[in-house]
Antibody
Framework: QVQLVQSGAEVKKPGASVKVSCKASVYTFTGHYIHWVRQAPGQGLEWMGW????????LYAEMFLGRVTMTRDTYVSTAYMELSRLRLDDTATYYCARDYCSDKSCSVFHYWGQGTLVTVSS | EIVMTQSPATLSVSPGERATFSCRAS??????LAWYQQKPGQAPRLLIYAASTRATGIPARFRGSGSGRDFTLTISSLQSEDFAVYHC?????????FGQGTKVEVK
């Protein structure tokens, strides 16, 4: 069974950065895009962007441009999402999700990590 | 950006009954529509993609339909484990966007 295991909860101050990891197992890490989706408390889901683990190419949603960086380490089958200049309204659960398609982005989120709660508080 | 509108926001249904709820896109998304189920404290789970194709392991009581702008998810006979929030998502146009969710609760 495909697994995506994320790093633990974080508490950050406004203006700081946070880096969340997503370790993949039981499949070929470089074969499927990894997406990041966030969910503010009691709110809907918001797509942040994707990374192609094979090439390292990324695509970010416009609202996160300049603040988000997605990277990967193929040796440890792990994707990372770093969000900088944190604001109070960045408080949310951040999920990584594996794309349904192989070798391209369909933006259908087949397998999900368990989520990482990031709390931004002064 | 495509806006996805789900209705109703909350649906109260008795176990064993049928549940039907909707998702409307602000412009056509063809059949590039997915449905996810989310229980409290859990990550979403993919139920349906391509508007009507069930993901692996999803029971046949979940049925997706529609194309263009209007889509429906029907759960034919609600089981206790089906009470949850359901999100629709279009992936035709970048960026993929989600609806605000429909909560299915026990009547």
């Amino acid at each position: 069974q495909v697994q995506l295991v994320q790093s633990g909860a974080e508490v950050k101050k406004p203006g700081a950065s946070v880096k969340v990891s997503c370790k993949a197992s039981v499949y070929t890490f470089t074969g499927h895009y990894i997406h990041w989706v966030r969910q503010a408390p009691g709110q809907g889901l918001e797509w942040m962007g994707w990374i192609n683990p094979y090439t390292g190419d990324t695509l970010y949603a416009e609202m996160f441009l300049g603040r988000v960086t997605m990277t990967r380490d193929t040796y440890v089958s792990t994707a990372y999402m770093e969000l900088s200049r944190l604001r109070l309204d960045d408080t949310a659960t951040y999920y990584c999700a594996r794309d349904y398609c192989s070798d391209k982005s369909c933006s259908v989120f087949h397998y999900w990590g368990q989520g990482t709660l990031v709390t931004v508080s002064s | 950006e495509i806006v996805m509108t789900q209705s109703p926001a909350t649906l109260s249904v008795s176990p064993g009954e049928r549940a039907t709820f909707s998702c409307r896109a602000s412009q056509s998304v063809s059949s590039d529509l997915a449905w996810y189920q989310q229980k409290p404290g859990q990550a979403p789970r993919l139920l349906i993609y391509a508007a009507s194709t069930r993901a692996t392991g999803i029971p046949a009581r979940f049925r997706g339909s529609g194309s263009g702008r209007d889509f429906t998810l029907t759960i034919s006979s609600l089981q206790s484990e089906d009470f949850a929030v359901y999100h629709c998502q279009q992936y035709k146009h970048w960026p993929g966007t989600f609806g605000q969710g429909t909560k299915v609760e026990v009547k």
